[in-house]
């Protein structure tokens, strides 16, 4: 019996309402319904349901990416990870199906949950290839060592993590970081504020472009909805104000997966907390952007 078969949960309806078969799909969807190290605002646990709830009911197209609809290329949607309160049988879990799918030659697009699952991508990762670069969008640094006070393994020290196992990380977006944290920021290899893309928007994607020609290995692409502005996506679990807008971020991803093509191995977008999303924007916003991504991923694959 394959670790898909017995780890993971079916979920119906499926993300966009049509799900390809395993074999016949090169990316695929895997729900994390994981929230137990949440400090501020817990929830994300079911992101992934509601995501796709929400997702039955809009347009998976965009005006920016006009050559494809989700519908016409869907992903294989697997359904969610078995259920754990425990962080490191969550991790544990998430690792052993990861893996596997991976050496089946697929391409994943995760959606959680909270942000420490990208310390289970990077373990498997490393463990498949030489070079790791993690592209990292988030309100947050996440460069604390320990948070709250003894526990290493948590939303909040995520990057620390990365960094330790030898990753090059570059950050976008970052609006919101403790001293600790700020002292830390040159352990990254590249890193580009919120505000530095406020006042010069254009520098910033000359510069990113060009710190991207030298990626080389595996790459994940970790997208935390908080880097979005709060007036835009507030059921996050740590809102922060001063974020991206959608078509900033969405010229950023461009950028990002039509320079990176097939090194894109895993997809994450983190941390929506669907009990906040009182007018279900949020959740547009979300299902939007996991349609948007794979769309672009198809896109930069063929470049
Ligand atoms: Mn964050």
Known sequence: MSFRELLLVPTSPAFGGVSRKYEESEWVLLGTPFDSTTTYRPGSRFAPRRVREISQEIDLV??????????????????????????NEFLRCYCRVLRELLSDSKRVLVLGGEH??????????????????IVYFDAHLDLYDEYPRGCRISHATV??????CDCEVVAIGYRAYSEEEYRKLRKLTF??????????????????AQV?????????????VDVLDPSVAPAVGNPEPGGLDYCTLLELLRIVLLSLGQKVKVIEIVEYTPMLDHNGVTGCLVAKLVSDLYLLALIGSKC
């Open 191 to 208: 890193w580009i504020s919120a505000s530095d893309v406020v006042r010069s928007r254009e520098e910033c994607f000359l510069e990113l």
């Open 159 to 164: 990057v620390s993590r990365l960094i330790e």
């Open 212 to 224: 991207l020609q030298c990626v080389s290995g595996d790459v994940v692409i970790s997208l935390d």
């Open 62 to 87: 965009n005006p920016f990416i006009p050559e494809l609809r989700y519908e016409m290329y869907p992903m294989c949607d697997l359904g969610d990870l078995v259920f754990t309160t425990d962080v």
């Open 116 to 133: 420490t699952v990208t310390i289970g991508t990077a373990r498997v990762l490393r463990g498949l290839s030489r070079k790791v670069w």
